[in-house]
C-alpha cells in the first residue's frame, strides 16, 4: 500500500489526510476545492473592506465577482490546455475534465482582469479604482488557495535535502521523494505581498498604483519560485510562467512609473 502521508521530516511533522473531504452521492470534494472556495471568499471580504474604504459599492464588487470566477476558471483551463496540448490532443474531450487537475492561475489572472475591464467599461466605472481594491482580496485569496496545492500533493519543486524540505509520494518516480514545498514558498510571499500593500496603500495618490505593486510583486516571487518547480508548462526550453511574470512585472512597472510623480513625491 502506498503511503500517501505528507512529511517535513526536517521538522519533525507529519500529516496523513486523503485529499478528498468527502463524498455527496458518490461525487468527491476535494480538500482543494474547499480551499480555494476559502480563499476566495476569504478574499471578496477583504476587497469589500477596502472598498468601503474607497467609497466603492460593494455591490459593484459582488456583481464583478459573479461574472470573474466564471470566466476566470474558464481561462486558468483554456491557459493550461494551450500551452500542454499534447496531454489533450488525442481526446479533445478531456479538455473538459476540468475536475482531473489542470489549471493556472496566470489563466485565471487574466480573464478576471479582462472581465472586469469590460464590466467597468460599460458600467462606465474607474478600472484602475476597482483594481486597486481588488488585488488586496486577490493576493489573499491567493495566499490561502495555495494550500489546496498542499491537499493534492502537486506544485512541488525539485528534489531537495533542506531542513524544510517535504517529503510526499511521487507517482512519475514510483517512490517517495524529498522536494522543495513551492505550495508554501508562494503562500508565504503572497501574504509578504499582501502585507506590503498594505502599508503601500496608506501612500496611494493615484488609480493604479496598487494594481502596479501587485503586477510588480507577485510576479517577482512567482518568477523565482516558478524556477524550482517541475511542473511547469514549457515553451521550447523556457517556462511560460515565467515569460508571463516577466510581462507583468513590466506592465506593473509601466503603471508604476506612469504615476512615479504622485506617488513617490507623497513619500
Not at 152 to 179: H, K
Request: proline fraction near 2%; include cysteine; aromatic fraction near 18%.
Amino acid at each position: 500500500m502506498i503511503d500517501d502521508s505528507i512529511v517535513f521530516p526536517g521538522l519533525g511533522l507529519r500529516f496523513n489526510f486523503s485529499p478528498v473531504a468527502f463524498k455527496i452521492f458518490g461525487l468527491e470534494v476535494r480538500w482543494y476545492g474547499i480551499i480555494i472556495a476559502i480563499g476566495f471568499l476569504c478574499g471578496f471580504l477583504a476587497s469589500t473592506y477596502f472598498a468601503k474604504k474607497e467609497e466603492v459599492n460593494p455591490e459593484v464588487l459582488l456583481d464583478i465577482a459573479i461574472i470573474a470566477l466564471p470566466v476566470a476558471i474558464i481561462f486558468a483551463r483554456a491557459y493550461y490546455v494551450i500551452f500542454n496540448f499534447k496531454e489533450f490532443k488525442d481526446n479533445i474531450l478531456s479538455i473538459f475534465a476540468i475536475r482531473q487537475g489542470g489549471i493556472a492561475i496566470y489563466g485565471a489572472l487574466i480573464g478576471a482582469l479582462l472581465s472586469t475591464y469590460i464590466y467597468c467599461k460599460i458600467k462606465k466605472i474607474n478600472f484602475f479604482k476597482i483594481c486597486d481594491v481588488g488585488v488586496h482580496g486577490l493576493i489573499l485569496g491567493q495566499a490561502i488557495g495555495r494550500w489546496g496545492n498542499f491537499a493534492n500533493r502537486e506544485a512541488y519543486g525539485y528534489e531537495t535535502n533542506l531542513p524544510w524540505r517535504m517529503q510526499i509520494y511521487s507517482n512519475e518516480v514510483g517512490r517517495r521523494i524529498d522536494v522543495h514545498p513551492t505550495f508554501l514558498y508562494e503562500s508565504l510571499w503572497d501574504f509578504f505581498v499582501f502585507l506590503l500593500l498594505l502599508f503601500l496603500r496608506k501612500y496611494k495618490k493615484k488609480e493604479g498604483d496598487m494594481l502596479g505593486f501587485y503586477l510588480i510583486f507577485y510576479s517577482t516571487g512567482r518568477f523565482f519560485i516558478e524556477g524550482l518547480r517541475t511542473d511547469s508548462l514549457m515553451i521550447g526550453n523556457f517556462r511560460v510562467s515565467q515569460i508571463v511574470a516577466a510581462l507583468c512585472i513590466v506592465v506593473g512597472s509601466t503603471i508604476v512609473l506612469k504615476n512615479k510623480r504622485s506617488f513617490f513625491d507623497k513619500i
